[in-house]
């Protein structure tokens, strides 16, 4: 049955990657279809051939369309946008000690929307190898997105090792299209995504230390991995863990709130909420996009929701202490996906967390300390 899932997911996403290739109206979207194509297509031929090397094939098919792809949008300078916005916050981080512009130096560049950086000042440091050396393309910062993912995944694969939900677990955080287009396209969700998924497995192992330092550099690069960090100290409950989560975050934002508080205000709450001087182009047609803009007051509604659900969530945890890190799983999986689906200003991508959250949860089961 294994293989037969393995040979469905290969085959549908080489139809995806077609039907990408050929209707998409983003050149990185399009690029990224015509070579993912043939690596579904020579990974399904292949599944029933290596039925003993369904992780070697795994690992194989995240090349051909993830890092093949990457590497060549790379060399022809296609890229989404927030490729772009690291790399600049790099630049703008090496000058002034912060990544971040303020509201008066953001209205006075032609292209505002493109001066926004709504990611924790940790993500900066993906584009210092382009700040510092130059433009090429192994200096994009979506090699060392790769790069870092690539460690995360194989630390937390390490520690879960053997489990037979491991591979399909894997699968679902690779090449499934929803992550190696991401990857080989954009990026900057995929290493955040790895580092929750050690965070995971560090706490089925029972090491919350190590779990609060993965969870914490996740947490130093994007806000998504802030939920996921408080659900794992509500399980985890350990000095040590607690320490790691909020400190290595911290570390990361003391200093550039020294500098410029304001400018972290503009860039990481306001225009994320909609409250900056353009709209945010997360703008997929899920409910609370829908809400926000079709119903008087919508985004207050839509918010309102979002406050309800996470209220909703709150009071699950304080009557019902998640019992092993595969619950953790489970809950933030739930949590994330209600997140994303009612926020104002959300894109499709993001639901990378809660599919990936779902399929490693099983691996979390009946994992022993060691």
């Known amino acids: 049955m294994s293989l037969v899932l393995d040979f469905a997911l290969y085959a549908l ?10 209707s998409s109206t983003l050149p990185a979207h399009r690029a990224w279809g015509e070579f ?48 772009f916005v690291v790399e600049e916050s790099a630049r703008r981080f090496l000058e002034t000690g912060t990544p971040y512009l303020d509201r008066a130096a953001i209205a006075a560049l032609p292209e505002p929307l493109l001066a926004y950086t709504p990611y924790q000042p940790g993500m900066a440091i993906f584009g210092l190898p382009r700040a510092l050396i130059g433009d090429y393309w192994w200096t994009d910062a979506r090699v060392y997105f790769a790069l870092a993912t690539a460690a995360a995944l194989f630390g937390a694969a390490r520690l879960l090792w053997p489990h037979r939900h491991l591979v399909r677990a894997i699968q679902f955080a690779t090449v499934l299209p929803l992550c190696a287009l991401t990857l080989a396209t954009g990026g900057d969700d995929l290493p ?4 929750c998924l050690l965070a995971f497995a560090f706490a089925a192992r029972e090491r919350f230390g190590w779990a609060g330092v993965a969870i914490g550099l996740a947490a130093a690069m994007k806000l998504f991995a802030w939920p996921v960090a408080l659900v794992l100290g509500i399980y985890a409950v350990s000095r040590r863990y607690t320490v790691a989560a909020i400190g290595v975050p911290l570390a990361a934002m003391v200093p550039v709130l020294a ?15 909609g409250q900056g001087l353009v709209t945010s182009p ?8 829908l809400i926000a803009q079709h119903l ?14 996470g209220f909703g969530l709150a009071a699950y945890l304080a009557k019902n202490q998640p019992r092993d890190a595969r619950a953790v799983a489970i809950i933030c999986a739930i949590g994330l996906l209600a997140a ?8 499709f991508g993001y639901l990378l967390y809660p599919v990936a959250f779902a399929f490693w949860a099983p691996c979390l089961r009946n994992v022993e300390p060691r």
């Open 296 to 309: 008087p007051n919508g985004r207050l509604i839509a918010l309102a929701l979002l406050l309800a659900v």
């Open 13 to 22: 996403s080489a139809l995806f990657a077609w039907i990408t290739s050929t």
């Open 259 to 273: 500098i410029n508080a304001n400018s972290f205000v503009e860039n990481v709450i306001r225009f994320p909420t």
């Open 340 to 347: 994303i689906l009612l926020m104002p200003s959300t894109r």
């Open 282 to 289: 997360a703008a997929s047609p899920l409910v609370g996009y």
């Open 36 to 83: 993912a194509v043939w690596g579904y297509g020579a990974a399904a031929l292949l599944v029933f051939v290596f039925f003993r090397k369904r992780l070697w094939l795994t690992i194989l098919a995240w090349i051909g369309t993830a890092l093949v792809p990457l590497v060549i949008l790379a060399q022809r300078g296609l890229y989404q946008e927030e490729v």
């Open 192 to 195: 955040v995504l790895a580092l």
